[in-house]
């Protein structure tokens, strides 16, 4: 108010000066101002560019922005802020006083028992004074008949001036039923606490349906017909948790394979396949470096040139069950370290890019096909030696130096060209295969923050599942960043954010890395391709 009463009075001072100046000299002079501002602290003006140079033209109050920190506050010293005017940019700033870092509790005076004592702690930085007051020593607090309570806890409060409570403890509360809950709807009963009669009231759940103990099923799924009045209900819908295959006799000359779901015994048969199923052919394709890419590609870069041959690619990430069957153990366990149940169908992780490259190598000897990997030119991982764990192993550097004979029809890992031609899919979508990463994958947005089956989203334009999301990708490349032996991770994970648009790792065109040692990444794992060679 004082500020706006200040500029008010300029405004008719000046004008009162103009009128009288204009009198003076001529009346049909006409005063002339700088197109510049002139600026205090409250105001902005343009000044007389004429002989009558305490003429101002436009006086205002500043019109000022948002504050914003230029320097914070810290324990040594205070910050400052400051905030701009939009119309004259006169810039005003402010101080911010600084933390107080406060050292030990002091005793100043000594409580006795009749008089209160005094404790003190000093900022170390400025020397401000805290001070607590010690209560006498032979204070008998006096409290209250009535108890004071809230939703878990009653006690009785101090009524001599002092904060103490006494008797704090936990309700004790007596159910009294006051409408029995039934098949489809919800009861109510009463609690009263034994000790304090505060009271509360309670939603019983409904019982729900009841349903046979047999198990009905179809191809995909398994569940209980009620057996209640609802027959039309169901009860532990689930899809079918399958055994492993197990070979079996048939009459034709191809041997075939059955597995049974272990919760409903349901069978299925079927002709023997690969260890390594659900293969998607994609056809190659050649990038001269001209192309406009949407969104923009970190990879495909102007005059940088790719050949992309054509693929058989894993449709998933490579699962926890293949991972077994390939290299004869389990890992099961998720972010937490917890073990995860029926983890079969889920991707895996924790496992480092050595242990892939030895997985696509192993898998390929099982399919008799020709291995891609050589380190020492030898493709015969026995002869490799022991993975390495961390950088100081002695097999370290033969490792990195791991050759890939791409021309070659063995599994191998994609390329980060592959991968992100991969997971565009030919289109332009920011996620593989949509706009909305929860069509297509899982992030820290939708995932509870938990690992997730595979395929449980949409498919990209390829047929591939999962690329965005769920598990970050180990690529071939060494990534081109200033990190010695980094390899390229692609995809994002369930543990990224979709909300940092500087780095939506999730998106197809973005970049992340990995350490080849290191194996303790929860939310990294990988697919395999196989280039075609026919």
Not at 509 to 529: A, E, H, W
Request: proline share 2%; net charge negative.
């Amino acid at each position: 108010m004082k500020n706006s009463k200040i500029v008010l009075f300029l405004v008719a001072f000046a004008f009162v000066v103009g009128i009288t100046g204009c009198e003076v000299e001529s009346e049909k002079h006409e005063h002339t101002f700088s197109k510049e501002w002139t600026s205090d602290a409250i105001a902005h003006w343009h000044a007389a560019t004429c002989e009558h140079k305490t003429e101002i033209s436009g006086i205002a109050a500043h019109t000022f922005g948002e504050w914003k920190v230029t320097k914070e506050a810290s324990e040594k010293q205070g910050g400052e802020k400051k905030r701009i005017c939009s119309v004259c940019k006169y810039v005003d700033i402010a101080k911010l006083e600084h933390v107080h870092t406060f050292g030990e509790w002091t005793v100043t005076k000594e409580a006795t028992e009749l008089e209160d004592g005094l404790g003190e702690r000093t900022c170390s930085s400025c020397g401000y004074v805290e001070e607590v007051p010690i209560y006498a020593l032979n204070h008998i607090h006096k409290f209250s008949d009535k108890w004071t309570s809230d939703e878990t806890e009653h006690w009785h409060i101090a009524i001599c001036g002092h904060t103490e409570v006494s008797d704090k403890d936990t309700h004790k509360w007596d159910e009294k039923f006051i409408k029995a809950a039934t098949c489809t709807e919800v009861g109510e009963k009463k609690l009263v606490c034994s000790v304090c009669d505060r009271t509360k009231t309670e939603v019983i759940p409904a019982t729900g349906h009841s349903f046979a103990t047999e198990w009905v099923s179809d191809a995909t799924y398994h569940w209980h017909v009620a057996t209640c009045e609802h027959s039309a209900e169901i009860g532990g819908k689930a899809k079918h948790s399958w055994s492993d295959w197990k070979d079996v006799t048939s009459d034709s000359s191809q041997k075939e394979r059955e597995h049974i779901c272990n919760v409903c015994k349901y069978k299925v048969k079927g002709a023997v396949s690969n260890i390594l199923e659900n293969l998607v052919k994609v056809k190659g394709t050649t990038i001269n470096g001209a192309e406009t890419w949407t969104p923009e590609s970190y990879v495909f870069i102007k005059d940088k040139k790719f050949t992309i041959p054509s693929l058989y690619v894993s449709d998933h990430e490579i699962t926890m069950s293949e991972y077994k069957k390939v290299m004869g153990i389990s890992i099961v366990t998720d972010y937490y370290g917890k073990p995860i149940d029926n983890a079969d169908d889920f991707p895996v992780t924790n496992v480092s890019w050595y242990e892939a490259i030895v997985f696509c190598n192993k898998l390929s000897e099982k399919e008799k096909l020709d291995s891609c990997y050589k380190i020492n030119n030898s493709t015969d991982i026995a002869e490799w030696g022991a993975i390495p764990t961390r950088e100081s192993d002695d097999t370290f550097e033969s490792w990195n130096n791991c050759v890939c004979d791409v021309d070659k029809n063995g599994y191998r890992l994609p390329t980060e060209a592959e991968w992100e031609y991969l997971a565009r899919g030919g289109q332009n979508f920011i996620y593989s295969g949509s706009d909305v990463l929860d069509e297509v994958g899982w992030a820290l947005e939708n995932s509870e923050e938990k690992l997730h089956k595979g395929k449980l989203k949409k498919a990209n334009n390829y047929g591939l599942y999962d690329m965005s999301g769920n598990v970050r990708e180990l690529c071939w490349d060494l990534l081109d960043y200033q990190i010695a032996y980094a390899r390229a991770c692609r995809g994002g994970s369930f543990r990224d954010s979709t909300k940092d648009l500087w780095n939506v790792v999730s998106f197809v065109n973005i970049r992340s890395l990995d350490m080849p040692y290191n194996k303790s990444s929860s939310d990294v794992g990988f697919r395999v391709v196989r280039t075609v060679t026919e």
